[in-house]
T-cell receptor, first 116, second 114 residues
Framework: NAGVMQNPRHLVRRRGQEARLRCSPM?????VYWYRQLPEEGLKFMVY????????ESGMPKERFSAEFPKEGPSILRIQQVVRGDSAAYFC??????????????FGPGTRLTVT | QQQVKQSPQSLIVQKGGISIINCAYE??????FPWYQQFPGKGPALLIA?????SEKKEGRFTISFNKSAKQFSLHIMDSQPGDSATYFC?????????????FGAGTILRVKS
């Protein structure tokens, strides 16, 4: 039973380019969360999605960042016109559902984005 | 606004000793409190978790103690081993009506000396 998959594991982009990060949740999981970890810091929530729906994007920067979780395929976190401050590790987590009694979020290995 | 505060920032423990990491949270919109272990270059791995209606949970060498009235919870690692050396994060999950997101502490870097 494969865990949460993320790719690429490492991504290097020049300033102004676009970054696309992909996440496939665990089998049977329909809820996806994206978190960002800056160097030497804890993880910060960015966005919570279900299939074809953004449930909570309160942690997403207002500009340049977007996320989707289509009916088919992985969830995508997209960063347009990257800047050096976007350099971080981006983690995806998935859970089975969101109701009371089902709490666990399992994390993928992350994508380490470096902006040069 | 830091809703989950974690201490200490770093911790050095002798092999066989007890490692203790503390967290405190600031509001009552949380319904689940997990601890994650992270090794360098890896994603956080769920270690152990507790719900607020329980005061203690033990799994092997790992124990969570939870004090609802004080809004505090802690992780105890008994018989600490060098392989436990990692960064540990406490977290609190917002209730479903507040979005399910995990709010993390800043992390504790644990080093177990052999």
């Amino acid at each position: 039973n494969a865990g949460v998959m993320q790719n690429p594991r490492h991504l290097v982009r020049r300033r102004g380019q676009e970054a696309r990060l992909r996440c496939s949740p665990m089998k049977g999981h329909s809820h996806v969360y994206w978190y960002r970890q800056l160097p030497e810091e804890g993880l910060k929530f960015m966005v919570y999605l279900q299939k074809e729906n953004i449930i909570d994007e309160s942690g997403m920067p207002k500009e340049r960042f977007s996320a989707e979780f289509p009916k088919e395929g992985p969830s995508i976190l997209r960063i347009q016109q990257v800047v050096r401050g976007d350099s971080a590790a981006y983690f995806c987590a998935s859970s089975q559902n969101s109701g009371a009694g089902t709490y666990e979020q399992y994390f993928g290995p992350g994508t380490r984005l470096t902006v040069t | 606004q830091q809703q989950v505060k974690q201490s200490p920032q770093s911790l050095i423990v002798q092999k066989g000793g007890i490692s203790i990491i503390n967290c405190a949270y600031e509001n009552t919109a949380f319904d689940y409190f997990p601890w994650y272990q992270q090794f360098p270059g890896k994603g956080p791995a769920l270690l152990i978790a507790i719900r607020p209606d329980v005061s203690e949970k033990k799994e092997g060498r790992f124990t969570i103690s939870f004090n609802k009235s004080a809004k505090q919870f802690s992780l105890h690692i008994m018989d600490s081993q060098p392989g436990d050396s990692a960064t540990y994060f406490c977290a609190a999950r917002k209730r479903p009506e507040y979005g399910n997101k995990l709010v993390f502490g800043a992390g504790t870097i644990l080093r177990v000396k052999s």
